[in-house]
């Protein structure tokens, strides 16, 4: 294996072990709503949070006579308004809240060159010296999913966050598309959240059905609730009367694993009727709605017909899909 491939194996396997948290920024204020959010849940030394905004090829460079090897400097020193790096700078000086990056912060900064784009991939990753960081990546890819996705190899991420793909600049317009939310919470190996009408305060909604991938999402939750205080609640929908009790059984067995970590939930219920319709319902008092992944991503599950993706698609506030 030659050296650069052991220095990049070493990374991944050191990313391992902190909390990474992607947050996708497009200039609209639900992305920053989402990135006020990963600040919260990524507080301690052993987090880092990455700021990525996507662009697609060629994004007026090509007819607008930049000098690559200037536009690449300028935009390296925040001197140029390139696409998306307003927004990028914008989201930095949220997350530093006017504390000076020249302070205690070392700053490093990455170019990949891209096959049929003159300015390619770059980034400037600040460490401070307990070894927590903030990278901000403007991204060159042919969609705004594909960027998303490929970045996350770049990774590992242990959460992305997004805005709805409503948010998201013109230029998605421009493919075929049917939702960029959608499709990252579909592929994405890792937990997804999607800001839409993101009102802190009201906590967040546990669905569980009983499965083990529910019970992972409710101790997760319980995890993130212990940082930041949130407070939980759980629902279970029965689709008849009769399976009530089971629902019923279900909420129990939550309620046990969130204590048994130390949290007590604000609400526990069940509801009687079609699944997607009733967490929908139940969820719209609540800053998020928090369910856990279907089996399998990508091809491997019906796209459609998928629970978490149709109440991401539909809810009014914002959903989290926990893998």
């Known amino acids: 294996m030659a050296d650069d491939d052991i220095e990049l194996v070493n990374l991944y396997e050191k990313r391992q072990n902190r909390y990474r948290i992607l947050v996708c920024v497009d200039g609209s204020e639900e992305s920053y709503r989402g990135l006020g959010y990963a600040a919260e849940i990524a507080s301690n030394k052993d987090s880092d949070i990455i700021l990525l905004y996507v662009r697609p090829i060629d994004q007026g460079l090509r007819s607008g006579g ?15 308004e390139l696409p998306g790096i307003k927004y990028l700078k914008k989201g930095l000086e949220q997350l530093m809240s006017g504390v000076s990056v020249s302070d205690d912060w070392h700053e490093k900064t990455t170019h990949t060159d891209i096959a049929g784009d003159p300015l390619g ?6 460490t401070n010296e307990d070894g927590q960081t903030i990278v901000l990546k403007l991204k060159t890819a042919s969609t705004i999913p594909s960027g998303i996705l490929d970045q996350y190899k770049l990774g590992p991420y242990d959460l992305i966050i997004l805005g709805a793909s409503s948010s998201w600049g013109g230029w998605v317009k421009k493919f075929w598309d049917p939702s960029v939310a959608r499709k990252v919470a579909m592929y994405a190996p890792c937990s997804v959240l999607v800001a839409k009408g993101l009102e802190r305060g009201h906590g967040h909604l546990l669905c569980t059905d009983g499965s083990e991938r529910a019970l ?28 009530e009790s089971k629902a019923q059984k279900n909420v129990d067995i939550a309620v046990t694993a969130l204590k048994a970590m130390g949290v007590n939930p604000v609400h526990a219920f069940t509801r009687v009727g079609d699944p997607f319709e ?5 969820g719209e008092g609540y800053s998020f709605i928090v369910l856990g992944s279907t089996k399998k991503t990508g091809l491997g599950q019906n796209f459609f017909s998928s629970l978490p993706l149709k109440v991401i698609e539909h809810a009014k506030n914002s959903v989290i899909i926990v893998r």
């Open 66 to 80: 930049l000098q690559i090897r200037v536009a690449r400097e300028n935009m390296l020193s925040w001197g140029l």
């Open 121 to 126: 991939d770059n980034k400037i990753e600040y």
């Open 216 to 243: 992972k999402m409710i101790r997760r939750s319980a995890k993130i609730s212990l940082k930041i205080n949130s407070k939980l609640s759980i629902v279970a929908v029965s689709q008849d009367a009769k399976s």
């Open 278 to 282: 009733e967490i929908i319902s139940a």
